[in-house]
C-alpha cells in the first residue's frame, strides 16, 4: 500500500516495483531460484520447467549455470517475469505446493482444495505441469504427497 500521493509502499520504493510489498500480495515467497541465463525466476530449482531448460540448452551446446536463491526482489529488479510453472496465474496464493502421482511420475503441483469422494476418501483438486502444460484434476490422496515429502 502507498504511504504518500506519490505512488511509494512503506519501503519508499514505487509500489508496483517493490518486491517486498508485491510479495505479500501476490503471495509469493521471499526467496526465489534463478540462473544466470534465465529470464525468469522459479519457486524452487526442480522445477520441472527450469530443468527442461538446462537440458535443452545443454543439449545444443550452450552454457548452463546452477540455480542460485536470491531475494524476489533482486530477480524482480533484474527484470525476471514469474515462471509460468511455479506460478500460475489462476492458482490462489493459499494454495498448497504439493507432489502430484502422474503415470508412475511424481510432479510438481499445487492441491487447491480436499473434497470427500462417494467412497468416502478424501480427493484433491489440484493444479500440476504435465507435459508443458498445466492440467488440473481431482485426485485421490493416494495420489498427492506434501511438496516437502519427497521420497521417491
Known amino acids: 500500500m502507498p504511504d504518500s500521493d506519490d505512488g511509494r509502499c512503506k519501503h519508499g520504493e514505487i509500489a508496483d516495483w517493490c518486491g517486498d510489498c508485491t510479495a505479500s500480495r501476490k503471495g509469493l515467497p521471499g526467496l ?12 524452487k530449482p526442480t522445477c ?22 536470491v531475494a524476489l526482489t533482486v530477480a524482480m529488479s533484474e527484470g525476471l517475469a514469474e515462471c509460468f510453472h511455479c506460478f500460475p496465474f489462476d492458482v490462489p ?31 484433491g483438486l489440484v493444479d500440476y505441469r504435465w507435459q508443458a502444460q498445466r492440467k488440473r484434476a481431482v485426485m485421490d490422496q493416494s495420489q498427492l504427497r506434501s511438496d516437502t515429502d519427497r521420497g521417491n
Open 32 to 43: 526465489v531460484w534463478r540462473t544466470a541465463q534465465g529470464e525468469v525466476y522459479h519457486r
Open 48 to 69: 520441472g520447467a527450469l530443468q527442461d531448460g538446462q537440458r535443452k540448452a545443454r543439449q545444443s551446446g550452450r552454457r548452463v549455470s546452477e540455480p542460485e536463491r
Open 93 to 123: 496464493p493459499d494454495a498448497k505446493p504439493c507432489q502430484v502421482l502422474v503415470a508412475g511420475t511424481w510432479v510438481d503441483g499445487f492441491l487447491l482444495e480436499w473434497r470427500r469422494g462417494p467412497d468416502n476418501r478424501w480427493k
